[in-house]
């Protein structure tokens, strides 16, 4: 008989109200990938954890399995980040797109869920690690996000040698429905001209280069930061609700 108690760490993606006094939160583990479990009682005042199971912060949960969702009986936080995620706007509106992006990546039962789960983990706690010690200017960590954790799921862009025919680059066109950059020969009608820091940019945000894209200027931030969103939106087959309340600078 399978254990029905597990533990693993997790960053909670997502919470949901239940009854009067439950909540439902859904949370993406290191381990078991994304989970739905119910925390029982925690709407109360006299809860033992229910400011624990705040969106953005990484815990160490103990779960009891269910049968059409886990319980929730444990909860230890390792990292508040929804502290100080919280109290700027512009970092909320990232990370709410980031972990909204993860929720979809990661989701059971759908084409987008055979993303790698605990990659998808580490790359996320990661960025929210550096949105809420502010390494980075908040749009540069949510656009480097965005690639990778597209790239972990099998659609990472090419950044310089052509997607189409692979000839060397750098090249001056970005093509979203073709994967990326695009020579003369192979652009395609809807390419969009891209100005060379641009292009230089987007690998940087993609390999995680963070010297190159701390350089980066606002003209390059903010064409990057609109291929970027074109490039999910395409892959993902819908515009991530969060995405339209993020502040470009």
Known sequence: MPERL?????????????G???????ILTRAHGQVRAV?????????RFGARLEPFSMVDLQLHHGRAL???TQVETLHPFARSIAG??????????????AERLTADGGDLGTADSPQQYLLLYG????????????GLVLDSY????????????????????GAPGPHAAFHVQAGGAVCSACR???AVDVDPGTMALLGALLSGDWDVADASTGRERAQASGIVSAYVTWHLERRLRSLSLVERV
């Open 188 to 190: 395609p009608a809807g």
């Open 146 to 165: 965005l690639l990778r954790a597209l790239a972990l799921a099998g659609w990472a862009p090419s950044c310089y040698d052509c997607a189409r025919c």
């Open 127 to 138: 960025a929210l690690y550096a949105l809420a010690r502010a390494r980075h200017a908040p």
């Open 70 to 72: 886990d319980v929730v």
């Open 6 to 18: 597990y533990r693993d760490e997790a960053v909670i993606l997502r919470t949901y109200k239940l």
């Open 39 to 47: 925390a029982k009682g925690v709407r109360r005042t006299t809860s």
């Open 20 to 26: 009067e006094a439950d909540r439902i939160v859904v």
């Open 88 to 101: 700027d706007y512009a970092v909320f509106t990232c990370a709410s797109t980031m972990v909204e992006t």
